[in-house]
């Protein structure tokens, strides 16, 4: 057993040597640090151990990172560019064009176009082994790449994540005027060589119109009190306009739809949700901060939360239709005074389960929520923190409500009780236009579920399959 021990160790250190040095931190193996052969002699072990030893890449700060460098014998990075990214190879792969010398090998080439492992360059290559190659996933790449940006973003912060997502070629900051003239000229590439800028607030929102600014003010005749309630004045009123005009509003001729904005403000509430839940105290684990962000960043949620906080009162459309359901979602929530925690269809009655009511969530009720974050983030000059503090307040109950016990989904839940045995059916179409679904639980029934779409009908099959099998679980007894 200790000389199995012994050896195995022996092995892990010498795998340990053929990683580092294989050119993953732009190094190479030297054939002088191993003997001509690797056969085990008596009295010593089956491998010999590398004289490599790894040191950092390290460059001289840049001027436009001068802002993260730690202060003096704290022990803490140079600066944000300590490492050249550009040096980078895939693990166990190393680009020829660091191999220069003779007795130096490559473990391995890698040509995306031609997919040749150096074969034609002549050189010295190792066979596909594990203890010296390894085959890595796209989504473990992509996974590593998202927590170096996490990694990033919560140590150094938001700018620091920017340049980093630059660095790797993705070009989320404008490069300075003089930087990108010289850049061109001199065809350099390397980020060290670049000084990235700073995002600009786009122009005003408004449209060319004659009479713009007395148009405006007759739209948002009443949104002061709007205003008092969520906490926070707009300095430009475009956007508070802009953020509660639906697209069938024609009477508006001076700003778009709230569209635009919903797509900012949905990207904006899922970061800031998801850093507050990271940020927690209690340290979720990863599959718990997933169910809370689930359970928060969702339609249902942001469409109930309107209707809380009078929303609905200033949403400025021109469609009878979608004012209906809005009123009726309005009267349901007045109704239950309560919130749903996932994405799922709400209910009038469980008395009889084949016509049961379902109450459709108003998508323009959540669409408007989210497009008011959007106008806050550009109106306050893009700043996070002034949304947050707008919106916190409204989320607060919810998060500590969902955060000590989180909700799942009726699909999600039934199929970690029953994974093998509950099969869902195709949708089928109902003589009135609805969705229909059947949930069969092999032994224990089957189940239907009714909804104006596949993912409404899907859920109510669940949750009626959900309360019949706890229904027949047997009842523990406590003395």
């Given at each position: 057993?200790?000389?199995?021990?012994?050896?195995?160790?022996?092995?892990?250190?010498?795998?340990?040597n053929m990683l580092l040095g294989s050119g993953a931190?732009?190094?190479?193996?030297?054939?002088?640090?191993?003997?001509?052969?690797?056969?085990?002699?008596?009295?010593?072990?089956?491998?010999?151990?590398?004289?490599?030893?790894?040191?950092?890449?390290?460059?001289?700060?840049?001027?436009?990172?001068?802002?993260?460098?730690?202060?003096?014998?704290?022990?803490?990075?140079?600066?944000?560019?300590?490492?050249?990214?550009?040096?980078?190879?895939?693990?166990?792969?190393?680009?020829?064009?660091?191999?220069?010398?003779?007795?130096d090998f490559v473990v391995g080439f890698w040509n995306?176009?031609?997919?040749?492992?150096?074969?034609?360059?002549?050189?010295?290559?190792?066979?596909?082994?594990?203890?010296?190659?390894?085959?890595?996933?796209?989504?473990?790449?992509?996974?590593?790449?998202?927590?170096?940006?996490?990694?990033?973003?919560?140590?150094?912060?938001?700018?620091?994540?920017?340049?980093?997502?630059?660095?790797?070629?993705?070009?989320?900051?404008?490069?300075?005027?003089?930087?990108?003239?010289?850049?061109?000229?001199?065809?350099?590439?390397?980020?060290?060589?670049?000084?990235?800028?700073?995002?600009?607030?786009?122009?005003?929102?408004?449209?060319?119109?004659?009479?713009?600014?007395?148009?405006?003010?007759?739209?948002?005749?009443?949104?002061?009190?709007?205003?008092?309630?969520?906490?926070?004045?707009?300095?430009?009123?475009?956007?508070?306009?802009?953020?509660?005009?639906?697209?069938?509003?024609?009477?508006?001729?001076?700003?778009?739809?709230?569209?635009?904005?919903?797509?900012?403000?949905?990207?904006?509430?899922?970061?800031?949700?998801?850093?507050?839940?990271?940020?927690?105290?209690?340290?979720?684990?990863?599959?718990?901060?997933?169910?809370?962000?689930?359970?928060?960043?969702?339609?249902?949620?942001?469409?109930?939360?309107?209707?809380?906080?009078?929303?609905?009162?200033?949403?400025?459309?021109?469609?009878?239709?979608?004012?209906?359901?809005?009123?009726?979602?309005?009267?349901?929530?007045?109704?239950?005074?309560?919130?749903?925690?996932?994405?799922?269809?709400?209910?009038?009655?469980?008395?009889?389960?084949?016509?049961?009511?379902?109450?459709?969530?108003?998508?323009?009720?959540?669409?408007?929520?989210?497009?008011?974050?959007?106008?806050?983030?550009?109106?306050?000059?893009?700043?996070?923190?002034?949304?947050?503090?707008?919106?916190?307040?409204?989320?607060?109950?919810?998060?500590?409500?969902?955060?000590?016990?989180?909700?799942?989904?009726?699909?999600?839940?039934?199929?970690?009780?029953?994974?093998?045995?509950?099969?869902?059916?195709?949708?089928?179409?109902?003589?009135?236009?609805?969705?229909?679904?059947?949930?069969?639980?092999?032994?224990?029934?089957?189940?239907?579920?009714?909804?104006?779409?596949?993912?409404?009908?899907?859920?109510?099959?669940?949750?009626?399959a959900l309360r019949s099998l706890k229904a027949n679980?047997?009842?523990?007894?406590?003395?």
């Amino acid at each position: 057993m200790e000389e199995d021990l012994e050896y195995y160790k022996e092995h892990i250190k010498f795998i340990d040597n053929m990683l580092l040095g294989s050119g993953a931190f732009g190094k190479k193996i030297s054939l002088s640090a191993f003997p001509p052969h690797l056969g085990p002699s008596p009295g010593s072990s089956p491998f010999v151990e590398s004289s490599y030893e790894w040191k950092a890449n390290k460059k001289s700060p840049h001027p436009q990172t001068a802002a993260y460098q730690s202060e003096p014998g704290s022990g803490g990075p140079v600066s944000a560019e300590e490492f050249d990214y550009s040096s980078w190879d895939a693990m166990c792969y190393l680009d020829p064009s660091k191999a220069g010398e003779e007795e130096d090998f490559v473990v391995g080439f890698w040509n995306p176009s031609e997919e040749n492992l150096g074969v034609e360059l002549g050189k010295q290559t190792i066979s596909y082994d594990l203890h010296t190659e390894q085959c890595i996933a796209d989504k473990s790449i992509a996974d590593c790449v998202e927590a170096l940006l996490g990694c990033y973003l919560t140590s150094c912060g938001e700018r620091a994540a920017q340049m980093f997502l630059c660095s790797l070629g993705l070009k989320v900051l404008p490069l300075e005027q003089g930087a990108a003239a010289g850049a061109a000229q001199s065809g350099r590439t390397a980020a060290s060589d670049l000084c990235y800028g700073w995002l600009k607030i786009p122009p005003r929102c408004m449209l060319d119109h004659p009479d713009a600014e007395h148009t405006l003010n007759h739209l948002i005749s009443g949104f002061e009190n709007f205003e008092r309630k969520i906490s926070y004045t707009f300095q430009n009123k475009a956007y508070l306009l802009q953020a509660f005009t639906h697209a069938s509003y024609h009477y508006n001729t001076i700003t778009d739809c709230y569209q635009r904005l919903e797509f900012l403000g949905d990207a904006i509430l899922d970061y800031l949700i998801t850093k507050h839940l990271y940020e927690d105290p209690r340290q979720h684990s990863p599959g718990v901060l997933t169910d809370l962000r689930s359970a928060l960043v969702n339609n249902t949620i942001f469409a109930s939360l309107a209707v809380k906080y009078d929303y609905h009162k200033y949403f400025k459309a021109i469609s009878p239709e979608l004012f209906h359901v809005i009123d009726d979602f309005v009267q349901f929530q007045l109704e239950k005074n309560e919130m749903q925690g996932m994405d799922s269809e709400l209910r009038r009655s469980e008395e009889d389960e084949e016509k049961e009511e379902d109450i459709e969530v108003p998508k323009a009720m959540g669409d408007i929520f989210e497009s008011l974050a959007g106008a806050i983030y550009m109106d306050s000059g893009m700043s996070l923190e002034t949304v947050w503090q707008v919106y916190y307040p409204m989320m607060r109950p919810l998060i500590e409500k969902f955060s000590a016990n989180v909700p799942r989904s009726p699909v999600r839940e039934l199929l970690e009780m029953e994974p093998e045995t509950a099969k869902f059916s195709p949708a089928e179409r109902t003589y009135d236009g609805k969705v229909r679904v059947t949930v069969e639980v092999v032994g224990k029934g089957k189940f239907k579920g009714v909804g104006r779409s596949y993912r409404i009908a899907k859920s109510a099959a669940a949750r009626r399959a959900l309360r019949s099998l706890k229904a027949n679980q047997p009842q523990v007894q406590t003395s």
